[in-house]
């Protein structure tokens, strides 16, 4: 779907985030001209094509603790992945999880699943809880622990268009 | 930085679901665990200032917008891995960029307004660097319940 200028407006408005004041959508809306009661319309259907997932806050894990993170692969059979990676989602700790194509010949995993801790041995025991989940429906996997950020930044929207 | 109390822990644990649509959001929010509007937004703005909240807004999904993402990977020889790390950084597309210990060590999320742009970006940074880019993008997203326990 192609987004129309008044959301392309929107969007850029809040890349920053939210104004932390009691009417956030009014200031809003009122820096860019439009009603309160328009822009959240917009935003209600924004939400509804799943252009915003949801507005909220956004943790630093590093912050609070939780400063290793893991980058665990499995390699899934295909006719059980849809169910197991729904599993896999589902846990607490797991912030991101995907399928993803398999390239051989040095890399056959197709599920990633991300996990984040305070130690090296937290992520180790969410990775052999998924490990136990997936059971012999997983035939090898592996987990990438990170060493450092290199970059970090969030969504930006071109000025063109 | 001064120690989270519990109250600020019930306030990282509500603010992380989704901000009500309404005209007095933060109100509402505050009523559900027990402070009022100006204490939430205080304790909100103090955790920002702090770094404990990266940001608070909508999260966008770019691929709802017509626009793609993809994970990359590259095996980076040791001896050059700062250079390629500048390299890479210095595409906008490249949207988080993380060393990892693995031979592929340098894992990467290119986001782009078009499906097209991936492709681009990512030769791009083959042509810059004289290293394969190996591209994972996802077949299928699995739904994450994932909130921090504060």
New interface residues.
């Given amino acids: 779907?192609?987004?129309g200028t008044t959301d392309r407006e929107i969007?850029r408005a809040?890349?920053?985030?939210?104004p932390?004041?009691?009417?956030?959508?009014?200031a809003v809306a009122e820096t860019l001209g439009l009603s309160?009661a328009r822009l959240?319309q917009r935003?209600?259907a924004?939400k509804e094509?799943?252009?915003?997932?949801?507005?909220?806050?956004?943790?630093?894990?590093y912050?609070?603790g939780?400063i290793e993170n893991g980058?665990t692969v499995w390699d899934v059979e295909d006719d059980r992945?849809?169910e197991l990676?729904?599993q896999?989602?589902?846990?607490?700790?797991?912030?991101?999880?995907?399928?993803?194509?398999r390239?051989p010949p040095?890399?056959p995993f197709?599920l990633?699943a991300m996990v984040h801790g305070s130690d090296k041995n937290e992520i180790a025991a969410k990775r052999a809880e998924i490990r136990t989940i997936l059971g012999a429906a997983s035939r090898a996997d592996?987990m990438?622990?990170?060493?450092?950020?290199?970059?970090?930044?969030?969504?930006?929207?071109?000025q063109k268009? | 930085?001064t120690p989270l109390d519990d109250i600020d822990r019930d306030v990282?644990n509500a603010?992380?679901?989704?901000?009500p649509?309404s005209?007095?959001?933060?109100?509402e929010v505050a009523a559900r665990i027990g402070l009022d509007?100006?204490e939430l937004?205080a304790r909100?703005?103090r955790?920002?200032d702090?770094?404990?909240?990266?940001?608070?807004?909508?999260?966008?999904?770019?691929a709802?917008?017509?626009g793609a993402f993809c994970?990359c990977a590259m095996a980076v020889p040791e001896d050059a891995f700062e250079m390629v790390?500048e390299l890479?950084?210095a595409h906008?597309e490249?949207?988080?960029?993380?060393?990892?210990?693995?031979?592929?060590n340098?894992?990467?999320v290119l986001?782009t307004?078009t499906p097209e742009g991936i492709d681009r970006a990512a030769d791009a940074i083959e042509a810059e660097t004289g290293l394969a880019v190996?591209r994972?993008?996802?077949?299928?997203?699995?739904?994450?319940?994932?909130?921090?326990?504060?």
């Avoid at chain 1, 990438?144 to 071109?158: M, N, P």
């Avoid at chain 2, 005209?23 to 109100?27: E, I, K, V």
């Fill in positions: 779907m192609t987004l969007i809040l890349q920053g985030g939210l932390l004041v009691p009417a956030p959508y009014k309160e959240v935003l209600a924004m094509t799943g252009v915003i997932r949801r507005i909220a806050a956004a943790p630093n894990h912050r609070l939780m980058m992945i849809a990676g729904a896999i989602g589902a846990l607490s700790f797991v912030t991101h999880c995907y399928e993803r194509p390239a040095d890399w197709n990633f592996d990438l622990v990170s060493t450092r950020i290199l970059k970090k930044t969030g969504l930006r929207l071109g268009r | 930085m990282l603010i992380q679901d989704d901000l649509l005209h007095r959001p933060f109100a509007e100006q937004l909100i703005t955790l920002k702090q770094g404990v909240l990266t940001r608070f807004g909508p999260f966008f999904d770019a709802a917008m017509g994970l790390t890479v950084n906008d490249v949207a988080h960029n993380y060393q990892r210990a693995h031979v592929l340098m894992w990467f986001a307004e190996r994972f993008p996802k077949l299928q997203e699995f739904f994450v319940g994932f909130r921090v326990a504060a």
